[in-house]
């Protein structure tokens, strides 16, 4: 159905501009019944996006800054694909107080999220220690040695914390309004080690070096496997240590 599925919000829906920035998805700028919404139409499954909507939901209520999903007009949270969800405005963060802010608003998510279940597909970075495969991730389409440095890379982190991760905290997923601090786009969100998304600009979230560097490889070695292979994920790859 794609896009035709915005009936099931509004059959007046109307989609304004597409965002450029995303890759596994298609998302645009909509109205529904006149006002503006985000709308993001990809192949995740029902019970993935049962997951995600679940969580935007429980993080708003306990009050983390959110875009909530916008219900269809029988009640649905996703339809066909598609999400529509609540426009948000703001600004990215810029300097090193800012960047506190977002370490003190994704630590709350950790705290609020501890005992949250697996995303339904996915895997951690610890599980893939010892899996092949999870969601989009497949080491056996990578080299041997690449698999070797990722896995290496994870076992550095294994046994600290672990709770939802947002799991792509790049400015651009930041909003930053008043005394606000909304996180946008969980598409990648998933249970993890937390510290994964405190690998911050200035170093934020104040950790010492050695354990920084730890989570930093982790994160590297994430990215080169799950979007492995392209040049991104050949240069994340070059940034993880050699076992």
């Known amino acids: 159905?794609?896009?035709?599925?915005?009936?099931?919000?509004?059959?007046?829906?109307?989609?304004?501009?597409?965002?450029?920035?995303?890759v596994a998805n298609e998302v645009w700028s909509v109205t529904i019944r006149d006002q503006?919404?985000?709308?993001?139409?990809?192949?995740?499954?029902?019970?993935?996006?049962?997951?995600?909507?679940?969580?935007?939901?429980?993080?708003?209520?306990?009050?983390?800054?959110?875009?909530?999903?916008?219900p269809t007009l029988d009640g649905r949270l996703f339809a066909n694909g598609l999400v529509v969800m609540e426009h948000l405005d703001g600004t990215?963060?810029?300097?090193k107080d800012d960047w506190k802010r977002v370490t003190e608003t994704i630590r709350r998510v950790h705290e609020l999220t501890k005992d949250w279940p697996q995303r339904p597909g996915w895997k951690s970075s610890i599980d893939l220690i010892n899996s092949n495969s999870g969601t989009k991730i497949d080491l056996t389409a990578m080299p041997a040695e690449g698999v070797k440095r990722c896995r290496n890379a994870w076992r550095k982190i294994e046994g600290l914390p672990q709770s939802v991760v947002h799991g792509d905290l790049n400015p651009g997923n930041i909003l930053m309004s008043g005394d606000k601090v909304?996180?946008?786009?969980?598409?990648?969100?998933?249970?993890?080690?937390?510290?994964?998304?405190?690998?911050?600009?200035?170093?934020?979230?104040?950790?010492?070096?050695?354990?920084?560097e730890k989570i930093a490889q982790a994160v590297s070695a994430w990215e080169a496997a799950v979007c492995w292979?392209?040049?991104?994920?050949?240069?994340?790859?070059?940034?993880v240590k050699p076992v």
């Open 36 to 70: 503006k919404a985000v709308a993001r139409l990809g192949s995740r499954s029902d019970a993935d996006l049962q997951w995600e909507t679940n969580l935007l939901i429980f993080l708003d209520r306990n009050g983390i800054c959110v875009p909530k999903p916008i």
């Open 229 to 239: 292979d392209d040049d991104y994920s050949r240069r994340r790859l070059a940034e």
């Open 92 to 95: 990215t963060p810029k300097t």
């Open 182 to 212: 909304a996180l946008i786009d969980w598409d990648e969100s998933r249970v993890d080690v937390s510290s994964l998304d405190l690998a911050l600009p200035h170093n934020a979230a104040e950790i010492d070096a050695d354990r920084l």
């Open 1 to 22: 159905m794609g896009w035709d599925a915005l009936q099931f919000w509004d059959q007046d829906a109307k989609r304004i501009k597409r965002f450029t920035n995303g």
